[in-house]
């Protein structure tokens, strides 16, 4: 009898623990459900990948179009097309960045393949640009230590030289300098507070050294860019104008300002210099003082760049350290803007000040 009331009691504990297994099988399962609903399409490395892919398919069609129609020789056809290269390259910033926020949940291989795609892009619209858009611009090449220098910069720093000679000053041209293999300098340069100067530095590991007062616009993608001596020059090189495949380093530079686009940036006894930044790693700097860093694009404004000082003393306010701060959102002078325009008008207007 003893035995039939255990083993009732038994089978009456047993059914309740199913019971209950089965409610907190049932509560999980929607929890579950929920949180798989409420999950952010961001978030969906699949959902990710198809609109990313979308983005570069339609930007591409959209640049194609406008650059048959620009050899058809269609009116307005290449201001159509220079507005669509600009919004191309805008968007191949947004693609970069997007696949930077998504690292946390895409594959190592989805990271490269995307970025391949967004260089793709960038190459097109440089290609393009070339090809309908060409303007006349320095180029560095091994041909010049043949040529001797034949006026390749003369009609760029003409008017600078004729302003310093009027001043009574020593007049110096910036001269090109074939240092080997696919390295090439541009040095001893002075712009006179006026000249805009374009160098090419397509595929090209590039320094621009012993300068001032001038703004040097850096188009295509370099391997690498270094700058060196340079006193009061404003160095574009991001956006539609210019990128570093490579790193960026910067030494022995005072006042001016520099805006990049690179993989890193690495900063050496440096003093009041501007940074506008877009770099995949933490800048770095060492020996250096008074240097500002803003970021190239930030939508909101409310963006910061951290910088990796190794002459690190903390600053009161937390805002950097003693040797960098952040520029304040309302001072960001190169922040943000969509065109070369506007870019080289504000730059124009720090090299001035």
Request: proline share 2%; net charge negative; aromatic share 4%.
């Amino acid at each position: 009898m003893a035995s039939s009331s255990s083993a009732s009691r038994a089978s009456t504990v047993l059914a309740r623990l199913e019971a209950r297994h089965r409610v907190r099988a049932l509560e999980a399962q929607k929890v579950k459900s929920q949180t798989s609903t409420q999950k952010a399409p961001e978030e969906d490395s699949d959902a990710f990948l198809s609109l990313f892919t979308q983005i570069q398919k339609e930007t591409t069609q959209n640049m194609q179009t406008c650059a048959v129609a620009c050899s058809s020789g269609e009116p307005e056809a290449q201001s159509k097309l220079a507005n669509e290269i600009a919004e191309t390259l805008v968007t191949c910033d947004r693609m970069r960045a997007m696949t930077a926020s998504a690292t946390y949940y895409l594959t190592s291989f989805d990271v490269r393949a995307c970025e391949a795609q967004s260089n793709a892009l960038r190459d097109l619209a440089h290609a393009l640009r070339a090809k309908h858009l060409p303007r006349r611009r320095f180029k560095f090449s091994q041909d010049f230590s043949r040529r001797g220098y034949a006026g390749a910069l003369e009609h760029v720093l003409e008017s600078a030289s004729d302003t310093s000679t009027a001043n009574g000053d020593d007049a110096r041209t910036a001269r090109p300098a074939d240092i080997g293999g696919r390295e090439a300098a541009l040095e001893n340069f002075d712009g006179g507070k006026t000249q805009v100067i374009d160098v090419d530095v397509s595929g090209l590991d590039a320094t621009i050294r012993d300068g001032r007062d001038a703004v040097v616009v850096c188009r295509g993608r370099a391997t690498a860019l270094r700058l060196a001596r340079l006193t009061n020059c404003i160095v574009l090189c991001a956006g539609e104008m210019g990128s570093v495949d490579g790193p960026v380093y910067v030494e022995e530079c005072t006042q001016g300002a520099v805006a990049v686009d690179s993989r890193q940036l690495r900063i050496h006894d440096s003093q009041g210099v501007a940074f506008y930044v877009a770099v995949s790693s933490t800048p770095i700097m060492e020996d250096s003082s008074n240097l500002k860093f803003a970021p190239w694009r930030d939508e909101d404004g409310t963006g910061d760049v951290h910088v990796q000082d190794f002459n690190r003393v903390l600053r009161d306010d937390g805002m950097g350290t003693c040797n960098w701060s952040t520029i304040d959102a309302t001072s960001r002078v190169l922040t943000g803007l969509n065109t070369e325009e506007a870019v080289l008008s504000a730059a124009r207007g720090l090299l001035c000040t």
